[in-house]
């Protein structure tokens, strides 16, 4: 089984995985290995990563989400609480 590792600034890590705060300002190893073995029937169809690669799949999401006007610091507070 193959493993990727890096070592990367741990508040990179922040928006995706929840750290305690005292890994924010540290370096951190980060691991990647595969949970289960690789699938023999692909996970996408040629024409579906063709969609992708070529961005009509991300233009189809344009303009989904509506904008609030909000800072990214008031979308923080609103989703963590006060406490953030």
Not at 60 to 79: C, F, M, N, Y
């Amino acid at each position: 089984m193959e493993a990727v590792r890096r070592v990367i600034d741990g508040h990179l890590l922040t928006d995706i995985v929840p750290l305690p705060h005292y890994f924010f300002n540290r370096k951190l190893e980060m691991i990647i290995m595969p949970t289960e073995e690789v699938s023999e029937t692909p996970l996408f169809t040629k024409s579906e990563i063709d969609d992708i690669l070529n961005g009509s799949v991300a233009e189809s999401l344009i303009g989904t989400v509506p904008d609030s006007g909000k800072t990214l610091e008031e979308h923080r507070a609103e989703r963590l609480g006060s406490n953030a």
